[in-house]
């Protein structure tokens, strides 16, 4: 068995101040930067929009941050701008250690989200980090970091249908819980078999 610490989206714009703030973001940290020796393999995620990306509400004429939009890929939440290419939100908090062994960037194509580390949105166009995790004969991955509802929940559900052994811990996550998405993304991820 080979393990895997997955640390996803630990950056600025989701910490307390940021574009995004997730409650209690940051207090994270501490607890992902001491998980980081017990694993194999440690690979952070990165959000990483263009400016102008499809999935800020600035992006369309009379919408407004948290309404849905139906993109051609299906229903998508317009969110705060965040996590703009190059900016100091789209860095990674700054006590976090950033010393593993991959940061995978997503959400770069402007036309489509990806809250999965594995998918887009569409559900289909691959980031590369299976290939990645299957070369490096990475069996078992934990998740942690944010959002526990949008982007630890849809790589979790993700990584187990590829096969993969799959953990999140909850106490290394923070959620946004729009409308009820904290219980539904818990409830969907045991039920995929993920352990949480
Ligand atoms: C995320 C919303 C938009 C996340 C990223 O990291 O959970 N959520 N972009
Ligand atoms: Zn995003």
Sequence with gaps: MTNALIVIDVQNDFCTGGGLAVPGGEEVVADINAMMDDFDAVILTQDWHPARHSSFATSHAQA?????????????????????????????????????DLILRKGFRSAIDSYSAFFENDQS???????YLRNRSITDLTLVGLATDFCVYFSAVDAARLGFNVAVRPEACRAIDLDGSLAIALEAMQAAGVSV
């Excluded at 939440?77 to 789209?90: E, F, I, R, S």
């Design 64 to 100: 407004a941050p948290y309404d849905m939009k139906d993109m051609h890929y299906g229903p998508q939440v317009l969110w705060p701008d965040h996590c703009v290419q190059g900016t100091y939100g789209a860095d990674f908090h700054t006590d976090l250690r950033t010393d593993g």
């Design 125 to 131: 166009t691959p980031t590369g980090l299976e290939g």
